[in-house]
C-alpha cells in the first residue's frame, strides 16, 4: 500500500531545539511547534507496518538522499509527516506527536 510523507527539519539551525531529543524538548523547551520547521521534502512509500516505513525512511535520508533532496541527514528533531500522523525522530524511535 502507498502512503504519502513529507519530511520537516527546523528553519533555523540555530534553534536549541535542534537534535534534541523528544522528552527534552517538552520538559525543557517548551515543547514541539511544527510552526518552527520547514517541509524539506515529501514523497510516497510502500508498506504495511507504520514504524518499519519510518525507519526505513531514516534510513533513505541517511544512506540514500534523492537528488532532490536539500536537507540534512534524517536525524533527532525532525519531523516525519506520514499519511496524516506527525512523528517526531527521537534519540531512539519515534514519538508520535498527533494529527495534521
Given at each position: ?9 527546523l ?15 517538552n ?9 518552527e ?15 518499519s ?21 534524517l536525524s ?6 506520514l499519511?496524516?500522523i ?11 506527536i498527533?494529527?495534521i
Amino acid at each position: 500500500m502507498e502512503h504519502k510523507y513529507s519530511i520537516l527539519q527546523l528553519k533555523d539551525v540555530h534553534n536549541p531545539k535542534m537534535f534534541m531529543w523528544f522528552d527534552y524538548v517538552n520538559e525543557k523547551l517548551g515543547g514541539v511547534d511544527i510552526n518552527e520547521y520547514t517541509k524539506t521534502y515529501e514523497g510516497t512509500i510502500e508498506g504495511n507496518d507504520i514504524i518499519s516505513m519510518l525507519e526505513e525512511l531514516f534510513e533513505i535520508f541517511n544512506i540514500r538522499h534523492p537528488e532532490d533532496f536539500h536537507g540534512h541527514s534524517l536525524s533527532v528533531s525532525d519531523i516525519v509527516i506520514l499519511d496524516d500522523i506527525i512523528w517526531y525522530c527521537d534519540s531512539t524511535g519515534w514519538q508520535e506527536i498527533g494529527k495534521i
